[in-house]
């Protein structure tokens, strides 16, 4: 193919590679998407810990930890929201360059063949 496809991220930034090459790519967001929901549950127990005792000092644990959790809780949420934003625009690179070189085939199969 050797056509270059470009994807810019919503925060700046971004990242070309060759068209043939995109599979690769969106492979390797998924792997971060699943990463992110295995990731997930960790960072529910964090966001749900229970004090181990019933004296003040494990409710002030507790009342520490919990916040901690919900941040990476809520991070994680961004996170993988993020992913799933950035594999959906590759999915439709490859859609629009599978279509455009069907396309090409299909225009250059009818070159030379008169019209009937």
């Known amino acids: 193919m050797g056509d270059q496809v470009s994807m810019s ?10 068209a043939d090459k995109i599979d690769g790519v969106i492979k390797k ?9 295995r990731d ?6 964090m966001a749900n810990v229970k004090a181990p005792g019933k004296e003040f000092a494990s409710g002030d644990w507790e009342k520490l930890a919990n ?34 070189e069907s396309d090409t085939q299909a225009d250059l199969s009818q070159t030379g063949n008169p019209a009937t």
């Open 67 to 100: 916040p901690s959790g919900k941040a990476f809780l809520e991070q994680n949420q961004k996170m993988q929201e993020y992913v799933k934003n950035y594999i959906d625009a590759l999915t439709a690179a490859k859609q629009k360059i599978t279509t455009k």
């Open 40 to 45: 997930y549950d960790d960072a529910n127990l």
């Open 9 to 18: 991220a919503p925060a700046g930034g971004g990242f070309t590679f060759d």
């Open 29 to 37: 967001w998924q792997d971060l998407q699943a990463d992110l929901k």
